[in-house]
């Protein structure tokens, strides 16, 4: 089972590489990595398991925060209005978004980043999503508050980038005119 010591922190190059695309169909070795990544997160979210293998919880996960520079994500989590989302997806990609903005009023946080680091991450409002499911299938999803937040954080970690590089840095609280926070 994947625990915090196979999550590479800040410094470590994967997080600033961008990923490689995974063949189509997927490997054995994909699909694995893909179902222990979305374990971990059901894990993390486990109040006995999370104590006892000492697991910070989290939403998402991205296959360079494992030191693996390829484009797999897991995403394990409920939105605001009690939606459901748990996915293993390979080859994620935003194929269109809303002009508008939004951001988490609390901020970002992420598995590979041992601080906290203060401000509004600014994202799409609304994203369409194309996928390949770690079933094999071709997937579109259309998301909007929680989930496409949580959906380009993920997808940001395959192109090396981190929540923080989102943060205004003359004013982290700085709110762009079309931004609107999710509540
Ligand atoms: O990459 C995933 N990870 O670092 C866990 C945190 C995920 C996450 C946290 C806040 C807002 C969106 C997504
Ligand atoms: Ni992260």
Redesign the pocket.
């Known amino acids: 089972m994947l625990t915090m010591k196979d999550i590479v922190r800040e410094g470590h190059p994967s997080l600033t590489t961008v990923a490689d695309e995974v063949t189509i169909p997927l490997t054995e070795t994909d699909k694995q990595l893909l179902g222990d990544m979305l374990q971990f997160l059901k894990n993390s979210q486990d109040e006995e398991i999370a104590e006892k293998y000492q697991l910070r919880a ?5 296959a360079p ?1 494992l030191g693996i520079n390829k484009r797999l994500i897991a995403v394990h989590f409920e939105d605001g209005n009690g939606k459901k989302y748990s996915y293993g997806l390979a080859n994620p990609k935003i194929v269109s978004h809303s002009v508008e903005k939004a951001y ?1 009023p609390s901020g ?5 980043v041992d601080r906290n680091v203060e401000g509004y991450v600014p994202r799409h409002a609304r994203v369409s999503i194309k996928a390949i499911s770690m079933d094999g299938e071709a997937i579109k999803l259309r998301l909007k508050g929680y989930a496409a ?2 959906f380009q ?2 997808i940001d ?1 395959l192109n090396g980038i981190m929540f923080y590089d989102h943060i205004n840095k003359q004013n982290p609280y700085f709110i762009p005119e079309n931004a609107k926070p999710v509540e």
């Open positions: 989290g939403v998402g996960l991205a925060q988490l970002e946080g992420c598995l590979s937040i949580v954080h993920e970690h």
